[in-house]
DNA sequence: TCCATATTTCCAGAATAATGGAAATATTAA
DNA sequence: TTAATATTTCCATTATTCTGGAAATATGGA
């Protein structure tokens, strides 16, 4: 993962509403939640979802699909994990004796 | 860790000046860095890192302590763990069997 | 005490992000 | 084809963040 999409996907959880947003789309699990269902669960106007969703999807951190008349989103976790992949390297390379901060059974990347 | 907290965190980290900040500051290690030489390293006016420091030390993300007159800066990994730890924990509450995300052997915070 | 060095606070301007209403688009059903 | 539903795009406003110069503060040395 390169440092701008890292910047970006950190970007996008890096604000209440949209936390929030990502955190519900996980609750949900693959099969995702419509975008009225997640207006209505986090209490916000659907512009303002719109522009939160976005943002989120830019980074990879959720896709949509359509069905229907709905458009469904779900979180993937193959980005949240090259996120926390890349945290986990720059947080140990300095003294991987030392801390608990690596996985020892994952290898960086 | 707090949602408030992980907020925080992540936005410490999501911008390009302060994510090069902290990943010098890890790449230094304990010993930590002066305020002066981090300037140097980034090529930026001591004034836009006194406000990028102060942003990431309010996160927790990493420490100051004077010597003489200079002040240095370390990075905090515990922070860094806990917030590793926050994602990985939202990451996988959905479906623990089936992905990767999770480490086995930490328990989610 | 006076000066040099290191860093911060103060401040104002520029840039970027967030909010939400109105209108546009896509889809389905009657 | 008309209407209803779901969502987005457009746009303007407000809010927040970022930037860096000038001045203030802290420290150590002559």
Redo the contacts with the bound molecule.
């Keep these: 993962m390169e440092s701008n999409q890292v910047v970006q996907a950190l970007?996008s959880l890096a604000?209440v509403?949209?936390l929030d947003l990502y955190r519900l789309l996980v609750q949900q699990g693959p099969q995702g939640l419509?975008?009225?269902?997640i207006?209505k669960q986090l209490g916000?106007?659907?512009?303002?979802?719109?522009?939160?969703?976005?943002?989120v999807q830019q980074s990879g951190l959720i896709t949509?699909k359509?069905a229907?008349?709905?458009?469904?989103y779900s979180a993937n976790y193959q980005v949240m994990q090259q996120l926390i992949d890349y945290l986990s390297h720059n947080c140990c390379e300095a003294q991987p004796a030392s801390s608990d901060c690596c996985n020892p059974d994952r290898s960086p990347t």
């Excluded at 916000?44 to 976005?54: D, E, V």
């Excluded at 229907?68 to 469904?72: D, L, N, Q």
């Design positions: 970007a604000q509403t949209r419509a975008a009225g269902q207006a916000i106007p659907a512009t303002t979802l719109s522009f939160h969703l976005n943002h949509a359509r229907g008349r709905s458009i469904i």
